[in-house]
């Protein structure tokens, strides 16, 4: 363009309220589902296990200027210039990770669990080697090697699974198995075991098959971190973790480990193996959610989730809801419904007309499909976030025994309806993000 004429774009002037206007001025139809979401988690009880209530600070970095970056590469070895200050945000978060468990290196760019799993396969594995995981159906994840999954598809995967009498991993037949299958890769952990896992076993029998040891601690990362639960890096050669669920964080994953040319696969892995260009506003929200959790208050919350969850589970075995392997040493616990009679299905839709809001889930052994189950999964981490203590849990295991006691009266009976009132009162003296509305 030339002679001082304008282009046409360019004489519009810039798009009216572009970078003014919030959302609630710019798009209403969006802002009020937001808002309606909004209420919805500061009106019920969150039980799920793999959610939390991230901090205002860590809302602000996954909403930020962050997000209109693009780079690829590491932190000084990038793709695309501009980079300065994805390098200062990348780099905290690897330092945070680093400190706060006590490893080597860490790859903070995952944008999952599952893709911090397929990182790690890729960096070890060829197609149609052998994994040996926890199958999903007694508690492990899709990505360890389920049939649907792309883990399944290019693995070949053999699973254990846990005992029928006490529901605890059969490390006998873990070491059966491994033996038998001389796997390339061993996994422990998944998304709904709710007990401590024997690591220091399992990275021996990793060993004597020449196995490498992945422990996938999702679902317990925060409680490691916080010092209320036995440490894996000890004992295995690479670790996977969420950020979103316990550790109280932005979505995305995590990869850990001691070992130097491993970290240095799993760099490639990640990119530009399985991911390109890195969402760099969920980078500054775990360098965020990673610095609190360096701070002493954290592992306050870890031990309030671990005595949270063990009040919740106490209170439902009193009142005679089976929880699968007798309680819980994570945030997480399994109920299994069949001896009452209920499906996880019915039971979470019932749960939820309450206001207590979590999943159906397979329990071992179950005979129901997955869309049915015979199970429900509790996690304490999110409503421990808002404050609630052991008082509340033994009142909230009340609760939800008093829904599944009244389901033979119909779906939503009278009964639920009173426990949701009380639901909403208990909400009302935690409430969340008072300043968002
Ligand atoms: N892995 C799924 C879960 O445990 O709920 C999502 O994080």
């Known amino acids: 363009m030339g002679g001082g004429m304008a282009s046409s774009w360019a004489a519009l002037g810039p798009h009216p ?6 959302l609630a001025a710019a798009d209403p139809e969006v802002h009020e589902a937001m808002l309606g979401e909004l209420r919805r988690q500061q009106d019920q009880i969150e039980l799920i296990a793999s959610e939390n209530v991230v901090s205002l600070a860590s809302l602000g970095a996954l909403g930020s200027v962050m997000t209109n970056k693009t780079v690829e590469g590491y932190p000084g070895r990038r793709y695309y210039g501009g980079a300065e200050f994805a390098d200062r945000v990348e780099s905290l978060a690897i330092e945070r990770a680093k400190r706060l468990f006590g490893c080597a290196f860490a790859n903070v760019q995952p944008h999952s669990g599952s893709q911090a799993n397929q990182a790690v396969y890729l960096a070890l594995l060829k197609p149609g080697d052998t994994i040996l995981a926890m199958a999903l159906s007694a508690g492990g994840h899709l990505s360890h090697g389920a049939a649907p999954n792309i883990s399944g598809k290019w693995l070949r995967a053999v699973h254990y699974g846990v005992r029928p009498d006490d529901g605890l991993i059969d490390l006998d037949e873990v070491e059966r198995l491994a033996r038998q299958h001389k796997p390339r890769l061993i996994i422990a952990g998944g998304s709904a ?4 896992i024997d690591f220091a076993r399992f990275g021996a029998i990793a060993k004597a098959v020449g196995a490498t040891l992945l422990v996938d601690m999702a679902h317990f990362a925060g409680l490691v971190a916080g010092g209320v639960h036995p440490d894996p890096l000890p004992h295995a050669d690479v670790v996977t973790a969420t950020t979103y669920k316990n550790l109280r964080g932005g979505r995305g994953g995590l990869i850990l480990t001691n070992d130097g040319e491993l970290a240095r696969r ?6 530009p193996g399985v991911q390109g260009s890195v ?21 306050a919350y870890a031990q309030a989730v671990l005595d ?3 009040a919740l589970a106490g209170a439902l075995m009193e009142r005679d809801v089976d929880i699968v392997s007798g309680g819980t040493d994570t945030p997480l616990m399994l109920a299994d419904l069949r001896a009452r009679g209920l499906t996880g299905d019915a039971a979470s839709r019932c749960l939820e007309a309450a206001g207590l809001t979590c999943n159906k889930n397979a329990v071992p052994f179950d005979d129901q499909p997955p869309s049915v189950t015979s199970g429900v999964r509790f996690g304490v981490a999110a409503t421990t976030t808002r404050g609630f203590g052991t008082t509340e849990f033994a009142a909230i295991g009340a609760m939800i025994a008093d829904v599944l006691d009244a389901m033979n009266d119909g779906p939503i009976s009278g009964h639920t309806a009173e426990v949701r009132e009380k639901v909403r009162a208990l909400c009302r003296d935690f409430p969340i993000y008072p300043d968002l509305e």
């Open 308 to 310: 949270n969850a063990r």
């Open 266 to 271: 799993i760099d490639q892995a990640i990119f």
């Open 17 to 22: 309220g572009y970078f003014t206007d919030d």
């Open 193 to 196: 075991y709710p007990r401590v």
């Open 279 to 299: 969402l760099l506003n969920a980078v500054a929200a775990k360098a965020v959610c990673l610095g609190e959790a360096l701070k002493p208050q954290f592992k």
